[in-house]
């Protein structure tokens, strides 16, 4: 009699204990770290092409890059011919250097050639998720050169905005020719 | 060597079952127990706990059944809570009331005299609430300018969720119509409204949400007290 009813009762437990783990276990996907392939703020991708052959990609000599307002370097001598830099999240504008023949630090012959270009552009936030928090998307993105006294010879010739919104980092935004 | 212990095990275990089943034929045979009807109300010891114990929670609940028929209850809880989300990159907090509304079903055959529980219920469970989005920091592919941190609050009113619940737990008479009872819970959202352009990251009666998921998790601990409207006879 009480041995049916322990049998009972432990079946019982063990069956509610066995749904209970199954089903919380769907729970446990660790939802606390953002994952990698999860599309983030893009970056802004610039293809740098020939003037003379405008289909032809063509790698700018020792290139450095680096923010106007910032102290520290984004990219220091790179011969590539496609560069992704980040544009600001907080304000509606980024200004960058552009320097062709960046000299190494030991070498003070070489002369090197800045142009500026400031990248203005709307914001608009997204949620996410809660691992990964809120991404920015710009768009009406304008790429404007700007005037520096010291060198007139600007390098850069052409700038081609080809997305003016970025919300992606799939195809190049920006296509500069030099 | 071996056979003679296995032998011993049978044997103790068989004058165990023995002793067992004599007892109990006896208390079924001689007296007709009582069991007691009422209403039993008390309240979530766990979360008044919480609240002195962490520094960004706050919360109550007070719960109540009534037994119906045989082993068959009606049950309620409900509640007001706060709720603080901090992941990296996000805090949140959520905040409001709740109520659940259901039955639990007593799978224990209790020996003579005694009146415990070990219940499985479901509830219908109900919230409205409101959900502040405290800090972020937006997600950038490049970390060479400064992380960009926006702080709030920024708050969201009027919002609602609702949900299944299915509880199992026990109740444990202590003292004289006294109980300590525990719970574990397992939810599924049935609906909710959010933030725009944000989510629940927590919703007050369902606990922290999942990205992904409709489930959530919970339990509890309660003192309540059964107050006895009538006896009746166990059959």
Redesign the interface.
């Known amino acids: 009699m009480l041995r049916k009813k322990i049998k009972e009762f432990n079946r019982i437990i063990l069956r509610l204990g066995l749904v209970f783990l199954v089903l919380i276990s769907f729970n446990c996907q660790r939802d606390d770290i953002c994952p990698e392939t999860t599309l983030i703020t893009p970056l802004l991708r610039i293809s740098f092409f020939d003037i003379e052959n405008p289909d032809v990609p063509k790698p700018p000599t020792n290139l450095r890059v680096k923010a106007v307002d910032m102290d520290s370097i984004l990219l220091n001598r790179v011969n590539v011919s496609e560069i992704s830099i980040p544009l600001k999240t907080d304000v509606d504008f980024t200004e960058y250097e552009f320097i062709l023949n960046a000299p190494a630090a030991t070498d003070t012959v070489s002369i090197s050639n800045t142009d500026i270009i400031l990248f203005t552009y709307a914001r608009n936030e997204f949620y996410i998720n809660r691992a990964c928090s809120y991404k920015v998307n710009f768009i009406n993105l304008k790429a404007t050169p700007q005037t520096i006294a010291e060198d007139s010879v600007r390098w850069i010739k052409n700038i081609i905005v080809e997305e003016e919104n970025i919300e992606n980092e799939t195809n190049a935004h920006i296509f500069i020719y030099h | 060597m071996k056979q003679t212990h296995i032998s011993l095990f049978t044997i103790s275990i068989f004058f165990l079952?023995n002793f067992?089943?004599a007892n109990?034929?006896t208390n079924l045979d001689t007296i007709q127990y009582k069991e007691k009807y009422g209403l039993r109300i008390g309240f979530d010891l766990s979360k008044p706990l919480k609240t002195l114990l962490e520094d960004d929670y706050r919360g109550l609940e007070i719960i109540g059944d009534y037994r119906v028929y045989k082993n068959y209850y009606l049950a309620a809880e409900i509640g007001n809570e706060e709720l603080a989300?901090k992941?990296?990159?996000?805090s949140s907090t959520a905040k409001g009331s709740y109520i659940k509304l259901g039955a639990d079903y007593n799978?224990?055959?209790n020996w003579a005299g005694m009146e415990n529980v070990?219940f499985?219920g479901m509830r219908y469970a109900f919230s409205t609430f409101s959900q502040t989005l405290k800090e972020?920091?937006?997600?950038?592919?490049?970390q060479?300018?400064p992380p960009?941190i926006?702080a709030g609050p920024f708050e969201t009113k009027g919002l609602t969720a609702s949900w299944v619940e299915?509880v199992?737990g026990i109740k444990v008479e202590l003292l004289n119509n006294l109980y300590l009872g525990g719970n574990?819970q397992?939810k599924r959202r049935i609906s909710q409204t959010t933030p725009s352009?944000?989510?629940n990251?927590a919703i007050p009666g369902f606990n922290r949400t999942?990205?992904?998921?409709l489930?959530?998790?919970g339990y509890s601990y309660s003192l309540s007290y059964l107050i006895p409207l009538y006896k009746k006879a166990k059959d």
């Open positions: 079952f067992w089943s109990s034929q989300i992941e990296q990159n996000i799978a224990y055959e070990i499985v972020y920091t937006i997600s950038r592919g490049s060479y300018f960009n926006i299915l199992a574990v397992l352009n944000f989510d990251l999942y990205d992904e998921s489930f959530g998790v």
